[in-house]
């Protein structure tokens, strides 16, 4: 009896563990979903509970991407068109679980990473670069299942080799092919302006009819690099654009069909 006393203690949670539950279940249900007009009717929004599931997963990976901008990827992704989903600036793989798991929900299909891990490209402080896409691997692991890959380079090298029937194979990841549109493209890489124009100009153009540009850090408290590159593309391209909205520090921009 006592040690059935003991086996069934060692699975309940501790106090602290259920009101860190109990506190996510409240700032999910006080989250506002972005309001806009889509291009396209989506697919039905996830429950509460998948929600609070899917951030409770994303949020055991170290990373940027906040319960706002998880949101906001939500949304955005259940109004996809079917394409591919491109990475730029992948770290330890916080947003790409979610991308990943997102893509397989909706069927939208399969999420490239880009990053160069170099250690000249890390914070400093950070495990090297080395280090870091271990990280990323073990941390997508679990999630890829045949629908992610990664490409270890700069955004420009990558853009070269990107385009239709792409196939990349990694050792973590094994093969994966890709059609050559993006349903939805996160830019995250770089922030200085020049920087971020060359991803936008490299990598907007594959955008598929009603797919989604993320351009994150477009409210960055360290410069306005990613907001004067969005602007300039919203202006630019305004007679094709269906929706924007701002979530997070991030702007989500979305093409017309």
Same mark, same amino acid.
């Given at each position: 009896?006592?040690?059935?006393?003991?086996?069934?203690?060692?699975?309940?949670?501790?106090?602290?563990?259920?009101?860190?539950?109990?506190?996510?279940?409240? /700032?999910?249900?006080? !989250?506002?979903?972005?309001?806009?007009?889509? %291009?396209?009717?989506?697919?039905? =929004? #996830? @429950?509460?509970?998948?929600?609070?599931?899917?951030?409770?997963?994303?949020?055991?990976?170290?990373?940027?991407?906040?319960?706002?901008?998880?949101?906001?990827?939500?949304?955005?992704?259940?109004?996809?068109?079917?394409?591919?989903?491109?990475?730029?600036?992948?770290?330890?793989?916080?947003?790409?679980?979610?991308?990943?798991?997102?893509?397989?929900?909706?069927?939208?299909?399969?999420?490239?990473?880009?990053?160069?891990?170099?250690?000249?490209?890390?914070?400093?402080?950070?495990?090297?670069?080395?280090?870091?896409?271990?990280?990323?691997?073990?941390?997508?692991?679990?999630?890829?299942?045949? /629908?992610?890959?990664? !490409?270890?380079?700069?955004?420009?090298?990558? %853009?070269?080799?990107?385009?239709? =029937? #792409? @196939?990349?194979?990694?050792?973590?990841?094994?093969?994966?092919?890709?059609?050559?549109?993006?349903?939805?493209?996160?830019?995250?890489?770089?922030?200085?302006?020049?920087?971020?124009?060359?991803?936008?100009?490299?990598?907007?153009?594959?955008?598929?009819?009603?797919?989604?540009?993320?351009?994150?850090?477009?409210?960055?408290?360290?410069?306005?690099?990613?907001?004067?590159?969005?602007?300039?593309?919203?202006?630019?391209?305004?007679?094709?654009?269906?929706?924007?909205?701002?979530?997070?520090?991030?702007?989500?921009?979305?093409?017309?069909?």
């Amino acid at each position: 009896m006592v040690a059935l006393k003991q086996t069934l203690e060692s699975h309940v949670a501790p106090q602290d563990d259920a009101r860190v539950y109990r506190a996510l279940r409240e /700032r999910v249900s006080a !989250l506002k979903t972005p309001r806009f007009w889509p %291009a396209a009717p989506g697919q039905p =929004a #996830l @429950t509460p509970l998948e929600r609070a599931g899917l951030m409770r997963l994303v949020d055991a990976i170290p990373g940027g991407c906040g319960e706002a901008t998880m949101i906001a990827v939500m949304e955005a992704m259940r109004h996809a068109p079917k394409g591919d989903v491109v990475e730029i600036g992948a770290g330890w793989g916080r947003s790409a679980a979610l991308l990943v798991w997102l893509a397989r929900r909706y069927q939208v299909g399969p999420v490239l990473c880009i990053d160069p891990w170099l250690n000249d490209t890390l914070v400093k402080g950070a495990p090297r670069a080395d280090e870091a896409l271990a990280i990323f691997e073990i941390n997508l692991s679990p999630i890829a299942d045949g /629908r992610l890959n990664y !490409l270890r380079a700069r955004s420009a090298d990558a %853009a070269r080799a990107y385009g239709e =029937a #792409l @196939t990349v194979t990694t050792d973590a990841f094994g093969t994966t092919v890709y059609q050559g549109e993006i349903a939805f493209l996160h830019i995250d890489g770089a922030h200085a302006e020049a920087e971020v124009a060359r991803d936008c100009e490299l990598w907007s153009p594959r955008v598929a009819p009603g797919g989604w540009i993320h351009f994150d850090d477009y409210d960055w408290a360290h410069g306005d690099g990613p907001r004067r590159v969005a602007d300039a593309f919203l202006a630019r391209e305004s007679g094709r654009i269906a929706a924007q909205f701002q979530a997070g520090p991030g702007l989500f921009v979305q093409l017309k069909r």
